[in-house]
């Protein structure tokens, strides 16, 4: 006993060894957390197979300087109640009018499988998504087609 009736507990090879395993149980125990939920949200993957992508390389840039020539301009796709909505307009700055447009709808990082989309269009020339696309962020990869013209765009939507 010591002064005023307090005990002195001795700090043991016992208490040490508790410290040491309780920080280390710690650490790994965060460790296989943020692990497991890096794994559970992206699968790590931008292509699946990058050899296979470097050889269309060439094409898509060629892809890319022909949709240039159409002179079309794609908005950002924006949510309207529970459909997607985009507007797409000419060189000369008026709605393209009679196109077709498709889409994939794909969820960022994977927590949905993709589904594809169509959409029709409004008499304001405004494209609008026939099915309804989830809450949510999503990534539209969009196909365009007028005549013998076509045109790829992604656009997100939140």
């Given at each position: 006993?010591?002064?005023?009736?307090?005990?002195?507990?001795?700090?043991?090879?016992?208490?040490?060894?508790?410290?040491?395993?309780?920080?280390?149980?710690?650490?790994?125990?965060?460790?296989?957390?943020?692990?497991?939920?890096?794994?559970?949200?992206?699968?790590?993957?931008?292509?699946?197979?990058?050899?296979?992508?470097?050889?269309?390389?060439?094409?898509?840039?060629?892809?890319?300087?022909?949709?240039?020539?159409?002179?079309w301009t794609v908005?950002?796709?924006?949510?309207?109640?529970?459909?997607?909505?985009?507007?797409?307009?000419?060189?000369?700055?008026?709605?393209?009018?009679?196109?077709?447009?498709?889409?994939?709808?794909?969820?960022?990082?994977?927590?949905?499988?993709?589904?594809?989309?169509?959409?029709?269009?409004?008499?304001?020339?405004?494209?609008?998504?026939?099915?309804?696309?989830?809450?949510?962020?999503?990534?539209?990869?969009?196909?365009?087609?007028?005549?013998?013209?076509?045109?790829?765009?992604?656009?997100?939507?939140?």
């Amino acid at each position: 006993m010591t002064k005023q009736g307090h005990v002195v507990k001795k700090f043991t090879g016992y208490h040490a060894a508790a410290i040491i395993i309780a920080f280390f149980a710690v650490v790994v125990g965060v460790n296989l957390f943020m692990a497991r939920f890096a794994l559970s949200t992206f699968s790590g993957t931008v292509v699946d197979n990058s050899y296979v992508a470097s050889q269309k390389y060439n094409d898509w840039l060629e892809q890319a300087r022909n949709q240039k020539e159409h002179g079309w301009t794609v908005s950002p796709a924006l949510r309207e109640a529970d459909k997607a909505s985009i507007t797409i307009t000419t060189a000369d700055g008026m709605p393209l009018l009679g196109a077709a447009m498709e889409a994939i709808a794909e969820h960022p990082v994977g927590r949905a499988d993709p589904f594809e989309i169509s959409f029709t269009q409004t008499a304001t020339g405004e494209y609008r998504s026939v099915q309804p696309l989830p809450e949510g962020r999503w990534k539209l990869k969009i196909i365009i087609s007028l005549d013998d013209q076509n045109m790829r765009v992604v656009r997100d939507i939140w």
